[in-house]
């Protein structure tokens, strides 16, 4: 049962079990790609969290930090070809490069605060996203760039293997997300994360208390750039190619709506998040009568947001928990009244 209580545990016997499912259950290619596409912007959510979740910091262009780190994965491996540990450099340097980035877009954070902040992060993104339609050396411009499947245990094996199953790459994916979830974990729970919830609850109450301001929001927006990074190096090798609008305003509301929807300040908040904004639209797909109706996943997605903030503000992760409170308040009302 102590093992149960160690986050860590919890979240390296999940990812096993996660793991294993497809190597021993029949799933489509199509299904594959979508679970892999909850792992990934999965761990987009936990760094979008940190920011907006524990340090209160809002970020309307964080898509723009995704969009670098999948050009960057990809120019490397193309760069390096089958030099061993191509791949993992490809991934360090996609998370390192939009960490230094958002070092600078803390800066500014520094100056702003609310919509204001909102407003400057937006026009972040909008700025970066028309840099990767002009920058063709970097980019390849409206034509997309290409990338290939990575190839991981070069150093034991002479070609190394390549990753072309979606489930081998489902197994790298939960690897990754694993590693980032307990860094996040240990991060939260040490000096940082308090540091960022009492700046996030009150800025001058935080600088009374001695907590800097300076160092936590440059904190707070280089982990979530890097773990943005990393997310965007995984993606692009995953479905091999990208393009300067997969980088835009649509993706970094979709951010925001799975830390809101799955729960902020809530890693476990980050994953329902991220698998509900994932999952929705394929099972809309299935329904008959709406699947005529366009953008009807982004409807849903905003009315969800809407009765979330409305009536579950601390979203899915404590749903259960909200649900119970109210129950024990509405059965204390009704003693209270009977006595």
Do not use: C
């Amino acid at each position: 049962m102590a093992i149960f209580k160690n986050k860590a545990m919890i979240y390296i016997i999940g990812g096993i079990v996660a793991a294993s499912i497809p190597q021993f259950l029949e799933i489509g290619r199509s299904t594959m790609t979508m679970l892999n596409m909850v792992v990934i912007y999965s761990i987009i959510a936990i760094g979008f969290n940190i920011l907006l979740g524990y340090a209160g910091q809002i970020s309307l262009g964080h898509a723009a930090f995704m969009g670098i780190g999948a050009y960057v994965s990809a120019n490397i491996t193309a760069a390096l070809g089958d030099i061993p540990f191509s791949f993992t450099l490809s991934l360090l340097l996609a998370g390192v490069i939009p960490m230094l980035i958002g070092l600078l877009l803390g800066l500014v954070a520094l100056r702003l605060e609310g919509h204001y902040l909102a407003i400057a992060t937006l026009g972040f993104g909008v700025a970066v996203q028309q840099v990767f339609k002009e920058w063709i050396g970097f980019t390849n411009g409206f034509s997309g760039l290409s990338s290939s499947y990575p190839r991981v245990f070069t150093l034991f094996t002479e070609n190394g293997y390549l990753l072309k199953d979606r489930e081998d790459y489902f197994i790298l994916s939960i690897s990754v997300f694993v590693i980032l979830a307990i860094l996040a974990q240990n991060i939260l729970k040490a000096k940082t994360g308090r540091a960022l919830i009492a700046m996030r609850d009150g800025e001058h109450a935080a600088q009374a208390m001695g907590v800097s301001l300076f160092k936590y929001k440059l904190i707070a927006f280089a982990l979530s750039a890097f773990y943005a990074g990393i997310a965007g190096s995984l993606y692009v090798h995953l479905i091999r190619y990208t393009e300067p609008n997969q980088w835009g305003i649509d993706l970094s509301l979709n951010l925001l709506a799975m830390v809101v929807i799955g729960g902020l300040a809530s890693i476990e908040g980050s994953i329902l998040g991220a698998a509900f904004i994932v999952l929705i639209p394929e099972f809309i797909k299935e329904v008959p009568f709406l699947e005529n109706i366009k953008n009807f996943s982004s409807i849903l997605t905003g009315l969800s947001l809407i009765l979330v903030i409305m009536f579950f503000p601390h979203g899915l992760a404590r749903i259960g928990s909200q649900i119970k409170l109210l129950l024990l308040n509405r059965k204390n009302k009704t003693k209270t009244n009977g006595a």
